[in-house]
């Protein structure tokens, strides 16, 4: 999954206390009982948490996150991410004795209360640098942890959205230097990429079918059982991890690849005069069209996976020429919506320069608090340096992890004042049906990012 680094939702892990004892348990589990398998899920952010819960309803589960203040909220039965609904998240919670007795979560950021555990899943965010580089240093982190409490017969199950290699050449390597065990001797690893979709409660983790491998056969059915359990949509077992990290990464690839298509028809349709979405529609009624829509694309997957992929490209001494166009295609389009915006303004006889713009959303997609990589703050800046104000406005946000992210200021309250320009960025559902008119002062222009106004915008992408 993954993005700049969420601090409060998917932190990278420090590495707390001193090394754990080793045990004598044997290389391979013996019990096939829902107790025998203790769960410590690391990382309690968009992916975390939700498969955490959904594991408590099978088996005793320990949900690990260095933020105090994240735990405090969990074990209070709140979840500000909007992932796990407060009573699903409540009716697994349990205290930390009722675990030792039978299924349910109990969320901690005391590394002795993982120490129990048989089975590390590590659910923690790959984000890209500055010059969208790929960063691994919160896996380094989070296997740094796991290696602390690391004993002979654990296995380790990484999700994070990674290049071909990383679980087994990166990860392992620090597992073995912090625990002094050996791998697929003492320990073992497993990889089942994730598939969370933040924002969707139809296509929840449990309806959405898991890719596993594991680092031996034997392993790899392990790996693939253990996630049978909870997974309804079935499982997929891959012949080896490196598979299954490839087979991630480019799900994503494949979606940024297709939006940039789009987008470029966009840009092309626009200087037509042609309705894109009217010819899309159109198009789509072929059985085997592809439903793509144009927009910004960011967030923690889409927006960053196809670097890693990228990167490992470069390494080997290929140049991935589609991938990285895609790339620059779709990271242009801030830029595109914010002159789209100007332009407008222009043709509505509209000074520019000090006019005041509304931005409804900022988070990386609809019905969703998740700010991480969202591509709104690059319309956002384009707008700005043309010299306007920009009032943001997004009721899911938090402000002050906007602020924290991009120096920027949002409200979730709704502005009094009459605007020149309203744009529709993210497609909330509280957007839907709000009456923009108040929102005008005589001579406003709407443009709508995401295509869902109708004949109430001026202009759509």
Known sequence: MNTPNNKEN?????????????????????????????IAVIGLGYVGLPLARLFATKYPVVGFDINHARIKELMSGHDATLEVEDDILQSALVDKKALTKGKGLFCSADLED?????????????PVDKNNRPDLTPLYKSSETVAKVLKKGDVVIYESTVYPGVTEDECVPVLEKHSGLVFNEDFFVGYSPERINPG????????????????????????????????????????????????????????????????????IFNMMGIDTQDVLEAAGTKWNFLPFKPGLVGGHCIGVDPYYLAQKAQEIGYHPEIILAGRRMNDSMGQYVASEVVKLMLQNDQKVKNANILVLGITFKENCPDVRNTKVVDVIKNLKEYGTNVTIYDPLAKPEEVEHEYGL??????????????????????????????????????????????DRCDKKL
């Open 10 to 38: 998917c932190p990278s892990l420090q590495v707390p206390g001193s090394p754990g004892t080793q045990s004598s348990k044997s290389p391979s589990f013996q019990g096939t009982s829902s107790l025998s398998k203790r």
């Open 114 to 126: 993982i120490e129990d555990c048989n089975y590390y899943i590590i659910t923690v965010p790959t």
């Open 200 to 267: 969707d409660k139809e296509h929840t983790v449990d309806k959405i079918l898991k890719v596993t491998a594991g680092s031996t056969p034997e392993i790899g059915k392990k790996v693939n059982d253990l996630y049978a359990e909870v997974i309804t949509a079935g499982t997929h077992l891959a012949p080896t991890i490196k598979v299954a990290e490839a087979a991630k990464v480019i799900e994503n690839s494949q979606r940024d690849i297709n939006i940039a298509f789009v987008n470029e028809l966009a840009k």
């Open 409 to 454: 200021k949002t409200s979730k309250e709704l502005p009094k004042e009459k605007f020149d320009a309203v744009v529709l960025a993210v497609a909330h559902k509280e957007f839907l049906e709000m009456d923009l008119d108040q929102l005008k002062n005589g001579n406003t222009v709407v443009y709508d990012v995401k295509g869902v106004l109708g």
